[in-house]
């Protein structure tokens, strides 16, 4: 079955989330794997698709292939939302593709542990389901070789030393709110599958992320309704690590619009200075 990557790009992300994500993609599995084709999506104005495709084409690869690259056309009719965008683009994939496939959402601020291509070939010739992969929030302070290091980890453990576990599907957090501020914590875990994060799905799923008013369906509405109807994958195989970044929020996001929330994120616990994450 074919498999395809959606490397979706918005602002603020920058240069320095891509070059890790690419990193963790490109150099660091820890087995081979064949991709068909690269579907990259920029919905900002940080980083120039020119930038990206040269370093797409120039780094140095391994246990990775792609067969193609293919720039998906900005849509500035599109609203400045992750809804909007993911919308535009399963029309846009559904346009072009006949045949099923295989899809890694990949966003920048997102980088994938060493065994994701281990993961992907458990699930060949699967159709109607989705798999989300554990996160770990990285804080903001986090070194180079932590963030390196935890994605060189065998499997996702939810809580640990350094780790504090805020829930997922099945289990609550370990501890209180804002337990997760101490200072030895470096990395905050969540496993639920409809939070977006970083998702691998089957291609029949992309319909649910199509229709529906954009001013009041998030993109977790539309992840709950594929769990509704298809198969849900959880693995401790892999996972994701997000690095933290600023964000601002557009006057015409659809999702928060309050003035309040202008240069935070939604989860006032992700904005104390100095542990944001």
Not at 56 to 70: G, H, R
Not at 194 to 216: A, T
Not at 238 to 245: E, R
Request: glycine share 4%; charged share 30%.
């Amino acid at each position: 079955m074919n498999k395809d990557i959606l490397l979706y790009v918005h602002n603020p992300l920058d240069e320095k989330l891509l070059d890790r994500c690419l990193e963790s993609l490109i150099q660091k599995q820890s087995e081979d794997l064949s991709w068909n084709t690269l579907y990259l999506y920029n919905a900002g104005t940080i980083i120039d698709n020119d930038l990206i495709i040269e370093k797409l084409q120039n780094i140095e690869s391994k246990n990775f292939f792609c067969e193609d690259l293919v720039v998906v056309p900005f849509d500035e009719k599109t609203p400045k939302s992750l809804s909007a965008d993911l919308e535009y683009f399963s029309k846009y994939w559904n346009s072009v593709n006949e045949d099923p496939s295989q899809i890694l959402f990949l966003k920048i601020d997102y980088s994938l542990s060493k065994n994701f291509h281990k993961a992907v070939k458990e699930l060949e010739n699967h159709n109607d389901f989705l798999m989300s992969l554990p996160v770990y929030n990285c804080k903001e302070w986090v070194s180079e070789n932590d963030f390196w290091s935890l994605l060189d980890s065998d499997q996702y453990l939810p809580t640990g030393k350094e780790i504090y576990y805020r829930g997922g599907d099945v289990g609550g957090e370990e501890g209180n709110p804002f337990d997760e501020l101490r200072e030895e914590v470096k990395f905050i875990s969540y496993d639920g599958s409809f939070d977006y994060n970083c998702h691998y799905l089957s291609s029949d799923n992309l319909k649910y992320f199509m229709g529906g008013n954009k001013n009041n369906v998030s993109v977790s509405d539309k992840l709950t309704n594929i769990g509704r109807f298809s198969k849900v994958y959880k693995t401790k195989q892999c996972f994701v690590a997000h690095t933290w970044h600023p964000v601002k929020w557009h006057d015409d996001n659809v999702i928060f619009r309050k003035p309040d929330k202008n240069n935070y994120r939604p989860d006032d616990r992700k904005n104390i200075t100095g542990q944001r994450y």
